[in-house]
């Protein structure tokens, strides 16, 4: 059911089932798993099935995560765009899988840092979408513990862009205005909409889809980006040639570029 609704494939990690799943069978009375699973046959298509759906998605995220990535989005990846985008004075910028909002933040605050004089009077647009709903809200209040706000921020950047607050810290408004945070599905038959993004980060997320599905995505995020637009996956992930992008390095990081 989850892979059907979400492409995630548990494979491997059924060790996660019974511990992600208990709070719902608490809450909703249901004893064990068995009586979840009963309740979910009658009800494939629920609002209990999304909740299963969404607490079996992985949420784990940090700021700047992959210090190679976001140096190579800072020294070459960006100015590279910028300079290509001169012209038209617009750069978009879509953090897919963003789950509590640390990755699209974390470009916000790359952008206003070493890019402001560079895009003053342009149309920035930072789109930021997840399967989570309860992982967008909190990307929306943008409030962080002081070991989320620890773990990755650069030198500076937590009394620069944060305000604390009685348990932990909450990221600046001007920050956050900058970030449109979506819900989506990417098993879906989705839409991005908006102008079609230059920069996508779909990164730490393709590994727990089955063959097919991460493929289908691909191709479905290929026709999505702009051409000569940049792809972003995690460290551990490759995307091949017949996914339409084309892979180079570009400092310490793999960068893949519509072909």
């Known amino acids: 059911m989850v892979q059907s609704h979400a492409a995630i494939v548990l494979d491997g990690k059924e060790y996660l089932v019974t511990s992600r799943l208990q709070?719902?069978?608490?809450?909703?009375?249901?004893?064990?798993?068995?009586g979840l699973v009963e309740r979910?046959?009658?009800e494939p298509h629920g609002q209990l099935a999304r909740r299963v759906v969404e607490a079996m998605a992985t949420n784990e995220t940090l700021f700047f995560r992959d210090v190679d990535v976001f140096e190579s989005l800072?020294?070459?990846?960006?100015?590279?765009?910028?300079e290509a985008r001169r012209g038209e004075r617009q750069l978009?910028?879509?953090?897919?899988?963003?789950?509590?909002?640390?990755e699209p933040y974390s470009v916000a605050m790359l952008l206003d840092d070493q890019f402001a004089a560079a895009l003053r009077g342009w149309q920035v647009n930072l789109v930021a979408s997840d399967l989570s709903a309860e992982a967008l809200e909190r990307a929306r209040h943008g409030s962080y513990s002081q070991l989320e706000v620890?773990?990755?921020?650069?030198?500076?950047?937590?009394?620069?862009?944060?305000?604390?607050?009685?348990?932990?810290?909450?990221?600046?408004?001007?920050?956050?205005?900058?970030v449109e945070l979506r819900q989506m599905n990417l098993k879906s038959e989705w839409q991005l909409g908006g102008p079609a993004?230059?920069?996508?980060?779909?990164?730490?997320?393709l590994?727990?889809?089955?063959?097919?599905?991460?493929?289908?995505?691909l191709a479905r995020v290929r026709r999505t980006v702009r051409p000569r637009g940049v792809l972003l996956v995690g460290s551990t992930e490759t995307v091949v040639e017949d996914d339409g992008f084309v892979a180079t390095r570009v400092g310490q990081a793999d960068v893949y570029r519509s072909a």
């Open 74 to 82: 800072r020294r070459h990846v960006l100015p590279e765009l910028i």
């Open 150 to 178: 620890d773990r990755g921020l650069p030198p500076g950047y937590r009394l620069r862009y944060f305000r604390r607050e009685p348990n932990g810290w909450r990221i600046e408004e001007r920050i956050r205005r900058m």
């Open 23 to 34: 709070p719902i069978i608490e809450r909703e009375g249901l004893g064990s798993i068995g």
């Open 207 to 217: 590994y727990y889809f089955a063959g097919s599905d991460k493929k289908a995505i």
């Open 92 to 102: 978009t910028v879509w953090s897919a899988a963003c789950s509590t909002g640390q």
């Open 40 to 42: 979910l046959r009658g």
């Open 197 to 205: 993004p230059d920069l996508v980060l779909l990164r730490n997320v």
